[in-house]
């Protein structure tokens, strides 16, 4: 036996360690990075009602609570969210049949009943649109569902970043004067480097 | 079992309770903890997401009738 033969086994034994210990540390120099990370979530909110209000809000808020970095970029109708009086948002019956109709007062069983409307007439009498909205209204209070200006306040409170669609603003003749302060108005080429980074990216 | 503060978050929904738990564990110093009470059955599973995500440990948690009470030690 040569010293060569010798260091050739040395190393056929080193090799064959290190294949077994390598996967196991890069996995748990992931699992570390993974668990040090912190969560980041891009939203486009495009909607403008008070149903679509909500999930850009929500999500934004409790990812924010999460300890995550958040931000929302609000775009066509979506900058309705962002008026400074948000109190008259509107829901839709109209092309909208998934929406359940029940009355959030009476007995019991009166609030139970889905009264089946067909969405001809909720299109077509005046005025269902606002009593949509007000059962809405109604509804969202009886549940201890929180306001949508309460639940804005709260995502600003806990960092999100709103960012606004300047050529909207243009677009639809608002001016800044509209909306809440503190927003930045920018354009797509702002919006998609964070979304490019982020974990999370959700088109409402 | 033991607390420095305590959340009414009775009648509240999603995702207030969370919401209004984040902000009270703020206003703790490290290691102290707070009880929060709720009545939303969402929140049961929402608290363990919330103390896995955060890193704020659920020490207990529990269900009398219709409320759902949770201890949540601040990191």
Same mark, same amino acid.
């Given at each position: 036996m040569g010293a060569t033969a010798e260091i050739a086994n040395i190393e056929e034994l080193v090799n064959r360690r290190l294949e077994e210990l390598l996967p196991q540390k890069l996995e748990e120099a992931l699992r570390q990075r993974e668990e040090s990370k912190?969560?980041?979530?891009?939203?486009?909110?495009?909607r403008g009602t008070l149903d679509w209000a909500y999930p850009p809000f929500i999500l934004g808020s409790t990812a924010a609570a999460l300890g995550w970095d958040v931000s929302i970029f609000f775009t066509f109708y979506g900058l309705n969210l962002l008026k400074k009086d948000v109190s008259d948002l509107k829901v839709s019956p109209l092309g909208n049949?998934? @929406?359940? /109709?029940?009355?959030?007062?009476?007995?019991?069983?009166?609030?139970?009943?889905?009264?089946?409307?067909?969405n001809i007439i909720q299109a077509g009498v005046p005025g269902f649109e606002t009593v949509?909205? @007000?059962? /809405?209204?109604?509804?969202?209070?009886n549940n201890g569902v929180a306001s949508i200006q309460e639940l804005r306040e709260l995502s600003l409170e806990a960092g999100v970043t709103f960012s606004v669609c300047q050529m909207t603003v243009d677009l639809f003749g608002f001016s800044h004067d509209d909306f809440i302060p503190?927003?930045?108005?920018?354009g797509a080429a702002s919006f998609l480097p964070m979304a490019q980074k982020a974990d999370v990216t959700l088109f409402m | 079992m033991n607390f420095d503060k305590e959340l009414d978050a009775r009648g509240l929904n999603c995702p207030l309770p969370i919401l209004r738990a984040k902000k009270s564990l703020a206003e703790l110093t490290s290691?102290?903890?707070?009880?929060?009470v709720s009545t939303d059955p969402g929140s049961v599973k929402d608290f363990a997401a919330f103390a896995k995500q955060t890193g704020n440990e659920l020490l207990a948690s529990g269900e009398q009738g219709k409320e759902f009470e949770f201890f949540i030690k601040r990191k």
């Open positions: 912190t969560g980041s979530m891009a939203i486009i909110a495009t049949p998934g @929406m359940p /109709m029940k009355m959030p007062f009476g007995p019991e069983w009166f609030r139970g009943i889905n009264w089946n409307i067909p949509a909205t @007000m059962l /809405m209204q109604q509804t969202i209070k503190g927003l930045d108005y920018v | 290691g102290q903890v707070l009880r929060v």
